[in-house]
């Protein structure tokens, strides 16, 4: 078995370190929605950003959500149909997430959230002011409750009957990449790129 | 505003036909369940590859999911951490899912999940077996009630007073590229790479 569920806690923390963004489930009227939104993630708590759909998750009588991280690592091309798959990394948390209201924990976890999907902005950026502070929703959920799935490697099928067909079999690797910066048509040309956002 | 709803059905073909990973919501007693699969895209149906969550969910009394397929294009770097996001195409579809038993019609959505995930494959792998097609879900979700959110372009703020702060602004943009095929190292080293499996 190459799919595999994980229990130490250093697996889940790679699954969110590996990414910025997560799936958030929640219920709104009964019926399950799942929205995309930014996360960053500390030692105990996953921060994410708040949107319509958690405002009124939090109106929700039981509160309870489940955020998803996935990243695809590829696609398994096995011998038969049967034994295709994708290899990923998944991680579930579950919990009652907590709307961030205390200023200094709301600008500690825009800072991680931002440095997470941004690293190095929260130093060179203009920070939040006390109203924009006001205006961002910030959630904070538990990091206890989890569950993290990984499968990797090549197909199962290499030792099955289907190994004689002569068929080729693998795995065809997706990764996600940087592109060239495009500035802002509205910059102005003299403005340096800042060390943080070069590549070397 | 960068970030708008789409209503045109092309808007939804061509975020829907730009991947093949989604995310599924469903209750589970009551609580939300995220679960990350394949999927793939007909004119009118939307076919998901089964999984425990989605049996569960068809025993569900409400049987609504949402399912979720989101592109992430690029990093949004403002002057002001506030206007920092995220450049994306995202698709929510709603309805209730059917679970498909028509012989016929599992190979055809089969066929079509494969395809997305791993063109060329339905013609070169050796096809599902009636007891390998017995042994796994397939659901099918109607398109109808659907909606499409798309973010293009540079920051926001390249007109408001933090333009003058001086600050670099632009986008990062983000790719998924394949990497190089990696062979199933039990294959024997005589079986050729298939035309549809390589780049030219």
């Not at 959500?65 to 579930?92: K, P, Q, W």
């Amino acid at each position: 078995m190459k799919e595999k569920g994980r229990t130490a806690r250093s697996d889940l923390d790679a699954v969110l370190a590996a990414g910025f963004l997560c799936h958030l489930g929640v219920l709104v009227d009964g019926t399950p929605m799942v929205v995309p939104t930014v996360y960053g993630a500390t030692a105990d708590t996953l921060y994410l950003h708040g949107s319509s759909a958690s405002r009124s998750l939090i109106q929700a009588p039981d509160g309870t959500v489940c955020v998803t991280v996935t990243h695809v690592d590829g696609v398994v091309l096995a011998r038969s149909v049967f034994e295709h798959g994708i290899n990923y990394r998944c991680a579930m948390i579950y919990g009652v997430p907590r709307q961030v209201t205390d200023e200094a924990e709301k600008l500690t976890g825009l800072r991680v959230l931002t440095e997470q999907a941004a690293p190095g902005q929260w130093d060179y950026a203009r920070r939040p002011s006390r109203k924009e502070l006001a205006a961002t929703s910030l959630l904070a959920l538990g990091l206890d409750e989890a569950s993290v799935k990984v499968r990797t490697g090549p197909p199962d099928d290499g030792d099955s009957p289907d190994a004689q067909l002569g068929l080729w079999a693998g795995v065809l690797p997706l990764t996600t990449v940087r592109g060239a910066l495009v500035p802002d048509p509205a910059l102005p040309p003299d403005i340096e790129l800042p060390a943080h956002l070069r590549r070397d």
